[in-house]
């Protein structure tokens, strides 16, 4: 059941959790040296958002169901990652530095999906897709580290910026304005990840894909024609 993150905070924001491994000590060192200089916690936050958002390279075809590999150390050491895994660890790297935070997941339609990974997913609706929720000044802030700018100059994406005041969330329109990503469904907040609900329903909505997963023959899929008997 989602936690929702409120006005008024409690440790359910501040903790360690399995996932958001804020106490490690890579977490710990991470979030100290990406908030040098930073005098307030909304500077801080800007901080350790801009150090995900680039420092962790974007991997759209990282979803796994292991679910060790969303802890935010993991992927501090892995250093890529998708959407949710990069929330994972900027939430992590905020609670390290004393600023409560949460995983906000919602569903987006991506018109701008390949036509092979729409082939394998089946749908153009992105499930649960994940952001950070940051309590900063009073207030909760959106964060959406997903996409280094390398990623997004390389493929005339609008990157995602964030200033500790308003919400960062997924352009609607790309760098020459097509249509780009719509949100279409919202699962709430969450104190830590939700990884058994999140696994299941992605099992459920792309079964394709969830088989070529487990099979270990995912990228073979992605890096092959598109054909209507993919699998």
């Not at 409120?6 to 359910?12: E, F, I, L, P, Q």
């Not at 660890?89 to 995983?103: E, F, K, W």
């Not at 009073?138 to 995602?160: H, S």
């Not at 719509?182 to 709430?188: F, S």
């Amino acid at each position: 059941m989602a936690q929702t993150a409120g006005s008024a905070v409690d440790g359910r924001f501040l903790r360690p959790t399995s996932f958001i491994d804020s106490d490690h000590p890579a977490v710990l060192a991470f979030a100290q040296a990406h908030t040098q200089g930073a005098a307030t916690d909304r500077e801080r936050a800007v901080q350790l958002f801009y150090a995900v958002r680039d420092r962790i390279r974007y991997d759209a075809f990282g979803l796994t169901f292991v679910p060790e590999n969303y802890k935010a150390s993991h992927v501090l050491a892995e250093g890529e990652a998708y959407c949710i895994p990069k929330a994972i660890l900027l939430a992590a790297a905020a609670r390290a530095v004393g600023i409560p935070s949460s995983l906000g997941f919602g569903d987006v339609v991506n018109h701008l999906a390949s036509e092979r990974l729409l082939a394998l997913m089946e749908s153009n609706v992105f499930v649960w897709h994940g952001n950070t929720n940051l309590f900063i000044d009073g207030a909760w802030r959106k964060a959406t580290p997903a996409f280094n700018i390398e990623m997004c100059e390389r493929f005339g994406v609008k990157p995602l910026e964030f200033d500790g005041v308003h919400d960062s969330l997924l352009h609607p329109f790309d760098a020459n304005n097509n249509q780009h990503m719509e949100y279409v469904g919202d699962h709430g907040d969450f104190a830590d990840f939700p990884a058994e609900q999140v696994f299941t329903e992605m099992r459920a909505n792309y079964p394709l894909f969830a088989r070529l997963l487990d099979e270990g023959r995912l990228r073979e899929a992605l890096a092959a024609p598109v054909s209507p008997a993919v699998g």
